[in-house]
């Protein structure tokens, strides 16, 4: 029995086959130097697939996946949430970077 496949739809509408371990280079990358262990990044991964595989569907956008990432950090380190949402976010300014920080602050 051949498991599911999950695919993405990038922003651009390109489509590529769901990896497990782009997202964990993704959370690699924001939680570098952090007080983050791997098996906490592990399960973010697992969760976000689980979750991901559970909705039915063989597509999903890529602004879910970033969403519920950005989501998962926010919980998991505030830094390492806030590296992911600068280039997820793709801040164009220190003026829409200080709206997400005052954001995180207020919550």
């Known amino acids: 029995m051949e498991a599911p496949r999950l ?11 769901f990896s497990r ?7 690699r990358r924001a939680c570098e130097k952090r ?3 791997e098996s906490q990044m592990e399960a973010v991964a697992a969760d976000l697939e ?4 559970a909705r039915g569907e063989s597509e999903v956008p890529s602004t879910t996946i ?12 505030k830094v390492a949430y806030i590296r992911f949402a600068s280039v997820y ?6 003026e829409s970077f200080q709206e997400e920080l005052a954001t995180l602050l207020s919550k």
């Not at 695919?7 to 086959?17: A, C, L, S």
């Open 7 to 17: 695919f993405v739809v990038k922003k651009d509408g390109r489509r590529e086959q």
């Open 89 to 94: 976010r793709q801040f164009h300014d220190v």
């Open 21 to 27: 371990e782009k997202i964990l280079a993704g959370l």
């Open 66 to 77: 970033g969403e519920k990432l950005m989501e998962a950090l926010r919980n998991l380190d």
């Open 35 to 37: 007080p983050v262990s």
């Open 50 to 53: 689980r979750d991901l595989f």
